[in-house]
């Protein structure tokens, strides 16, 4: 799996994609400068690099149209889900987001194989906060595929909404009363017992390492 990309990034790799699949053709680096609106061609060098060095394009050298897109005909499978939200894994430890289904101003990109969402139906990825859930191979800092459903089971890990606050646990259901349980040999993470007032909104699919995805933008989208 490649490297997240970030919004500004991502923006930048589609206006490419449109380029090519438009005219059968990689764009100059004037016409990238012109299409992004940047003021220099540097910037626009600056995130090719950043793009390369991810693994989304290859550039030919000692070639005037140079870029070639790794993925540009879809060959691969996957598509681009949004990071749209941190969730706690420690108790309840941050707010609830108002993420709304399809918006797609996310900061940062992953990519996951076609299959998971073709099998899953609507997924998003967030990132996990605390260590409650250490013992499920959560670590803060960790991504985590959601599949917005409320269509669980017992022993199902889930992101739950309590009040104003979401959380990651493994859910289960007996008699009539909700038990959110951390998984954590931590005493300090206690399960959270609930009748009212908390909402599932979607199921745990995988859990995608930190440390696999390291990122950051050094340059401005308008320069």
Request: charged share 30%; proline share 4%.
């Amino acid at each position: 799996m490649m490297q997240l990309l970030t919004y500004k990034q991502q923006k930048v790799l589609d206006i490419l994609r449109a380029h090519i699949e438009k005219w059968q053709e990689p764009p100059t680096l004037e016409q990238l400068r012109a299409k992004l609106g940047f003021a220099s061609l540097r910037t626009v060098t600056q995130y090719l690099d950043i793009l390369e060095r991810k693994g989304y394009i290859v550039r030919r050298k000692n070639t005037w149209r140079n870029i070639e897109l790794r993925n540009a005909d879809g060959m691969w499978g996957t598509v681009f889900i949004p990071v749209v939200a941190n969730v706690g894994c420690d108790d309840l430890s941050v707010y609830a987001q108002g993420y709304k289904k399809g918006d797609t101003q996310a900061d940062e990109y992953i990519e996951v194989d076609k299959k998971i969402v073709e099998e899953s139906g609507e997924i998003v990825a967030v990132r996990a906060v605390g260590d409650s859930m250490l013992d499920a191979g959560i670590h803060s800092g960790d991504y985590i595929l959601v599949q917005f459903t409320d269509n669980v089971k017992s022993g199902d890990r889930v992101a739950a909404i309590v009040g104003d606050m979401v959380t990651v646990k493994r859910y289960e259901k007996r008699d009539g009363v909700a038990v959110l349980y951390p998984e954590s040999k931590d005493p300090k993470y206690k399960p959270i017992i609930l009748k009212e007032d908390f909402k599932i909104t979607g199921k745990v699919l995988c859990v995608i390492p930190a440390n696999a995805n390291v990122s950051s933008d050094i340059v401005p989208l308008n320069d």
